[in-house]
């Protein structure tokens, strides 16, 4: 709430605030917690809050901070498994993030791809993404696919399961001029 409302206001709390996130981010779930099926979940909802969190600092801060780090922070830190609401929100920034910017997301020398590919097979459900979002992947699919990595990303996409390659497929094939263009919209506003 800070980081999407607080304005300038957020720029002195930065710093407390992101090293806050990337610690509730990093806490490692105890034996006595990963035993108890109740806890196990609260604790993944607790942890993809906190990515939520860091997401929106990059997304309504990101002049602000050191986006380049915590880009790659919050790529490894995804995908969210247990808060849907949540997931929502960051799989329709990291998907707009992939659109205008995709060498901050995958990395200079393409080192997150792998990683990515992985978000993107995740992602791919529709409990897990809105309309949009969905759409946005399906640009970004065929626009990788078609370009210098597309044989490295083929390659990856091989390895995900049937069920998330055979996602990835379809939104691959729902590519079009109507689609194209409805995301362009999406990207400028």
């Given amino acids: 709430?800070?980081?999407?409302?607080?304005?300038?206001?957020?720029?002195?709390?930065?710093?407390?605030?992101?090293?806050?996130?990337?610690?509730a981010i990093n806490y490692?779930?105890?034996?006595?917690?990963?035993?108890?099926?109740?806890k196990a979940s609260q604790f993944r909802h607790a942890r993809d809050n906190a990515v939520?969190?860091?997401?929106?600092?990059?997304?309504?801060?990101?002049a602000n901070v050191d986006s380049n780090t915590l880009i790659g922070n919050f790529v490894a830190a995804m995908p969210l498994t247990d808060d849907m609401e949540e997931a929502k929100f960051v799989n329709e920034f990291i998907t707009f993030g992939l659109?205008?910017?995709?060498?901050?997301?995958?990395?200079?020398?393409?080192?997150?791809l792998e990683h990515i590919v992985t978000i993107l097979g995740a992602i791919s459900a529709k409990k897990q993404s809105n309309e949009i979002t969905l759409e946005?992947?399906?640009?970004?699919?065929?626009?990788?696919?078609?370009g210098p990595i597309g044989a490295q990303f083929q390659g990856l996409?091989?390895?995900l399961d049937e069920?998330?390659?055979?996602r990835l497929a379809e939104l691959y094939s729902s590519i079009n001029d109507e689609v194209r263009q409805r995301v362009e919209a999406?990207?400028?506003?």
């Fill in 1 to 23: 709430m800070a980081a999407q409302n607080g304005g300038a206001g957020f720029v002195p709390l930065a710093g407390d605030a992101i090293a806050g996130i990337n610690h």
């Fill in 28 to 38: 490692q779930m105890i034996q006595g917690v990963k035993e108890k099926k109740s």
């Fill in 52 to 62: 939520a969190a860091l997401g929106k600092v990059l997304k309504f801060q990101g």
């Fill in 99 to 112: 659109l205008k910017s995709p060498e901050t997301f995958i990395g200079a020398n393409n080192e997150r």
């Fill in 136 to 146: 946005r992947l399906a640009v970004f699919i065929a626009n990788i696919s078609n």
């Fill in 157 to 159: 996409c091989q390895k």
């Fill in 163 to 166: 069920e998330k390659k055979s």
């Fill in 186 to 189: 999406s990207l400028a506003q």
